[in-house]
């Protein structure tokens, strides 16, 4: 019979001040002991716990998690060796969390579990800890509870914790529901020590706890029932699960098996499935961000079976009759899923393309109290700070500082995805205003941010000093140095074996892979995201790119450096959390966030500044961001178009068109060429970097095998392999590009246009190399004689074409600028040799490399 525990108004007015007297006091800046609640009981933080010399010296026997899920970064091995059992139970830190009873006074399974576990350890004559993760709140109201059903006033309690921890109990739902249940000791309800134990922990003895069964299959190696392994999975927005799972199976059998287990809790609780997650794998006691994606389409099978044995220490399993290769997983194993979408139950295939409209974004809800300090997603176990992994060798990359970002239900209220908070571990999350996330770019349909990562590294264990990043491991297994890891070297890594990262030592200061800025996209709708991350579409050509970078020397296509996971809030209600998948590249400074856009608007603007373009022109530089005044402004685009010579046009184009060929060189399909804003330019103008890369949902050219037969006349073809080149359009930007650099220098638009009709309109051949003529030599000063550069218009005015071609240089500069007017006149008007020069790259390269430069 369920027990009405509620206490009169006045009665809990008093009895909560006397508490409020004596704990939930202010937080000191140290906390270097836990607190003694009675001599066999203790309450402590994950920094003590993870203190095996403080466990020992304290004669702790029996440590007790009470986080919402297990702490990665904690010596189970260490406490195996030293004999000090482990457990935990999953309570949340929220003011309408039922931790110790429900609302109709049914004990929580928290509440049976510490009782239990407390009673079996000082049974035994042992010591324990109740730890979470400040110490403060969740296992407090825990030791509290057990102490009061041995019978001691809760007054005495409070005392004792008043003198060894007095800013436990800050929760005031966790400080009622301990009053509650003091009132119904006293009135001798018995109900509340009924109930058998929840107990969860990785000793022996535990009991018997729900399996998850992989059946026999050629990705599972047959097994009996007893040859399993009790693992932890964290389903992050959800809670903390232990699944059993055969001792070897191969990573995408566990893959299966974990998903069957979760959408068993979403089918029932919520009617759904998982649509869209990743599979994240950490061990206890490895490090707090030191993790590896299992997700082919980010890392490799191969650099991931390398990681899981070099990183991780597991054995692997060599296939069997053609089967996959299979981990020998132990007990520290922890996976975490990340579901970025849900479907509902009767979506039979989750994969399907199809159903992409079905998927609706997985979302949770987290409360932070006004009165708690520190973040409490922190305390929860969410992790704040974005995290990434390296395409080529799984590296592990967080951010240098926690941040959450923002978004909205509506992709096109691109505002909202604007707003970030970076609140440390002693704030709350506080979301700055539009503009302070360090925002690169917009485009339809995500935005970019700049973000400075750092490399996740190994913990390491006992008096051992080392350490090694995930870089420098791949750095060892790829023997040739040529940045990409072949089949043979992962092979013969797995076979030889590679030192676990404890045990090597790298300079940190030597690693440029350390600490680096990234540029991390985020799409502004569900359907975009999961778009992304398939292997046809920009992650899948991301990878290529990035594995292929040793073809990439020259930087003129994005570097990039894997996939990452971001937490972002709902800008309209920031209780509500998701995760999202984002793709990240190198940034780097020379390039910025100039694109060619913007380059060919500043090209083209023209010098007065009386002109209501200019000035809108520069205007919309500066309110990008700029801490330029407008008079640095105008003076910049001036030197720009000052300097300009037509030896830089020819470089820029070159370096362009290399771009595109790079991108053939890699096996890439597609680009998209519709629009300048997926160009960017270097600040000296003389470089193009391409991004926004994603195959046009093509992909890349797949090598063929020829030992598979072509069906039918036996001739085997891959499709699309034939293609010389990728599938550009050349046709309509280009021209336009070479016709404003030529002609729109500090010119304007229309004066562009204007002067292309009137050529295109000519009376003869003539007349149009004429205005062509006119023009160049107005923009270009090489093409004058006596003038070196810049423009010197008083000089400008002196000369004549009579004076100029009275000279030997004169004549030299105007055979110049006819052959320039002969190139472009039939570049416009797509005459032999150049009718066909936007069918192909390389046939627009012949064109580009035949401008006469002088």
């Known amino acids: 019979q369920a027990m009405k525990l509620a206490l009169p108004v006045d009665d809990i007015t008093r009895q909560l001040t006397t508490l409020r007297n004596l704990v939930a006091q202010p937080v000191p800046l140290s906390d270097p002991r836990p607190g003694l609640v009675a001599e066999d009981l203790y309450v402590g933080s994950k920094h003590h716990v993870a203190d095996c010399d403080l466990l020992v010296s304290l004669g702790i026997t029996a440590v007790l998690n009470c986080a919402s899920s297990g702490i990665r970064n904690l010596p189970i091995e260490r406490y195996n060796e030293l004999g000090i059992q482990y457990a935990y139970t999953n309570a949340q830190d929220d003011i309408n969390y039922a931790i110790l009873h429900h609302p109709d006074g049914t004990p929580s399974e928290h509440f049976k579990t510490a009782r239990r576990f407390y009673n079996n350890v000082t049974a035994g004559g042992g010591r324990c800890i109740f730890f979470c993760v400040a110490g403060q709140n969740r296992s407090a109201a825990l030791a509290l509870a057990v102490q009061l059903l041995r019978g001691r006033p809760l007054l005495d309690i409070l005392r004792t914790c008043a003198v060894s921890r007095p800013f436990v109990l800050e929760n005031e739902g966790f400080q009622r529901q301990l009053l509650e249940l003091s009132r119904a000791i006293e009135m001798g309800r018995a109900e509340l020590l009924d109930g058998k134990s929840a107990l969860r922990d990785h000793s022996p003895s535990s009991v018997k706890r729900r399996r998850v069964e992989i059946e026999s299959s050629p990705a599972s190696p047959p097994s009996d029932g007893d040859d399993m392994v009790l693992v932890e999975l964290l389903v992050l927005g959800l809670s903390t699960y232990n699944v059993r799972i055969p001792t070897v199976s191969s990573v995408e059998a566990v893959r299966e098996a974990l998903l069957r287990f979760v959408n068993d809790i979403l089918g029932t609780d919520r009617q759904q499935q998982v649509g869209r997650s990743w599979l994240v794998f950490s061990t206890f006691g490895v490090g707090e961000n030191f993790d590896l994606l299992l997700e082919e389409a980010a890392i490799e099978a191969d650099v991931q079976h390398a990681q899981l044995r070099a990183a991780f220490g597991l054995q692997l399993v060599p296939p069997i009759e053609g089967g996959p290769w299979c981990v020998k997983w132990t007990s520290a194993c922890r996976f975490q899923m990340v579901i970025f979408s849900t479907l509902p139950v009767d979506v039979v295939d989750p994969g399907d393309c199809s159903a992409l409209h079905l998927h609706s974004p997985f979302k949770f809800r987290h409360h932070e109290r006004p009165s708690a300090k520190g973040t409490l997603l922190a305390e929860c176990n969410l992790a704040t700070r974005l995290r990434a992994w390296d395409f080529t060798s799984g590296a592990p990359f967080v951010s240098a500082e926690p941040i959450v970002f923002s978004f909205s239900d509506d992709p096109k209220s691109k505002r909202d995805f604007m707003n970030i908070s970076t609140a440390g571990e002693e704030e709350r999350q506080q979301y700055g205003a539009p503009g302070e996330g360090n925002i690169l770019g917009m485009g339809n349909n995500a935005i970019v941010h700049r973000v400075q990562l750092e490399a996740a590294v190994a913990a390491t264990t006992g008096d051992t000093k080392e350490k090694m990043t995930a870089d420098a491991m791949f750095a060892s297994i790829d023997k040739d140095g040529d940045g990409m890891i072949t089949r043979a070297e992962l092979q013969a890594a797995v076979a030889n074996g590679?030192?676990?990262?404890?045990?090597?030592?790298?300079?940190?200061?030597?690693?440029?892979?350390?600490?680096?800025?990234?540029?991390?996209?985020?799409?502004?709708?569900?359907?975009?995201?999961?778009?992304?991350?398939?292997?046809?579409?920009?992650?899948?050509?991301?990878?290529?790119?990035?594995?292929?970078?040793?073809?990439?020397?020259?930087?003129?296509?994005?570097?990039?450096?894997?996939?990452?996971?971001?937490?972002?809030?709902?800008?309209?209600?920031?209780?509500?959390?998701?995760?999202?998948?984002?793709?990240?590249?190198?940034?780097?400074?020379?390039?910025?966030?100039?694109?060619?856009?913007?380059?060919?608007?500043?090209?083209?603007?023209?010098?007065?500044?009386?002109?209501?373009?200019?000035?809108?022109?520069?205007?919309?530089?500066?309110?990008?961001?700029?801490?330029?005044?407008?008079?640095?402004?105008?003076?910049?685009?001036?030197?720009?178009?000052?300097?300009?010579?037509?030896?830089?046009?020819?470089?820029?184009?070159?370096?362009?068109?290399?771009?595109?060929?790079?991108?053939?060189?890699?096996?890439?399909?597609?680009?998209?060429?519709?629009?300048?804003?997926?160009?960017?330019?270097?600040?000296?103008?003389?470089?193009?970097?391409?991004?926004?890369?994603?195959?046009?949902?093509?992909?890349?050219?797949?090598?063929?095998?020829?030992?598979?037969?072509?069906?039918?006349?036996?001739?085997?073809?891959?499709?699309?392999?034939?293609?010389?080149?990728?599938?550009?359009?050349?046709?309509?930007?280009?021209?336009?590009?070479?016709?404003?650099?030529?002609?729109?220098?500090?010119?304007?638009?229309?004066?562009?246009?204007?002067?292309?009709?009137?050529?295109?309109?000519?009376?003869?051949?003539?007349?149009?190399?004429?205005?062509?003529?006119?023009?160049?030599?107005?923009?270009?000063?090489?093409?004058?004689?006596?003038?070196?550069?810049?423009?010197?218009?008083?000089?400008?005015?002196?000369?004549?074409?009579?004076?100029?071609?009275?000279?030997?240089?004169?004549?030299?500069?105007?055979?110049?600028?006819?052959?320039?007017?002969d190139w472009f006149y039939t570049l416009v008007m797509k005459l032999p040799p150049w009718a066909n020069w936007t069918n192909d790259i390389y046939d627009a390269m012949r064109c580009i490399d035949h401008l006469p430069i002088r």
Not at 635 to 644: D, M, S, T, V, Y
Not at 660 to 679: E, P, S, Y
Not at 791 to 817: F, K, P, V
């Open 498 to 821: 590679i030192m676990h990262p404890s045990k090597v030592a790298i300079d940190d200061a030597s690693d440029v892979h350390d600490k680096w800025d990234a540029a991390v996209k985020r799409p502004f709708s569900l359907p975009k995201m999961i778009a992304s991350l398939d292997r046809k579409s920009e992650a899948g050509v991301a990878k290529r790119l990035r594995m292929a970078s040793a073809l990439n020397r020259q930087g003129r296509l994005l570097y990039f450096y894997g996939l990452g996971l971001a937490l972002s809030s709902n800008n309209d209600d920031h209780d509500e959390f998701k995760f999202e998948a984002t793709l990240l590249s190198q940034y780097l400074e020379d390039f910025s966030s100039y694109t060619m856009k913007k380059f060919m608007d500043d090209y083209m603007t023209p010098p007065d500044s009386d002109e209501s373009e200019a000035q809108s022109l520069v205007l919309t530089r500066l309110n990008t961001g700029s801490t330029e005044t407008l008079e640095d402004e105008r003076a910049r685009i001036e030197a720009l178009q000052g300097n300009f010579s037509l030896i830089k046009v020819k470089v820029l184009l070159v370096s362009l068109l290399n771009g595109f060929r790079d991108l053939t060189l890699m096996g890439v399909c597609a680009f998209d060429f519709n629009h300048l804003n997926n160009v960017l330019i270097s600040r000296d103008y003389r470089k193009a970097r391409l991004i926004d890369i994603d195959g046009g949902s093509k992909g890349s050219i797949q090598s063929c095998h020829p030992s598979v037969p072509q069906e039918g006349d036996g001739y085997f073809d891959c499709d699309g392999l034939h293609r010389p080149a990728l599938d550009i359009d050349l046709s309509m930007l280009l021209p336009l590009v070479v016709q404003q650099l030529i002609l729109g220098k500090g010119r304007g638009l229309h004066f562009v246009n204007e002067q292309v009709r009137l050529v295109r309109q000519a009376r003869s051949e003539e007349e149009a190399k004429a205005i062509i003529r006119t023009v160049v030599c107005e923009n270009f000063p090489e093409l004058r004689p006596h003038t070196k550069g810049g423009r010197d218009e008083a000089q400008e005015r002196r000369q004549s074409s009579e004076a100029a071609a009275g000279t030997e240089e004169g004549r030299c500069a105007s055979r110049h600028a006819a052959k320039l007017a």
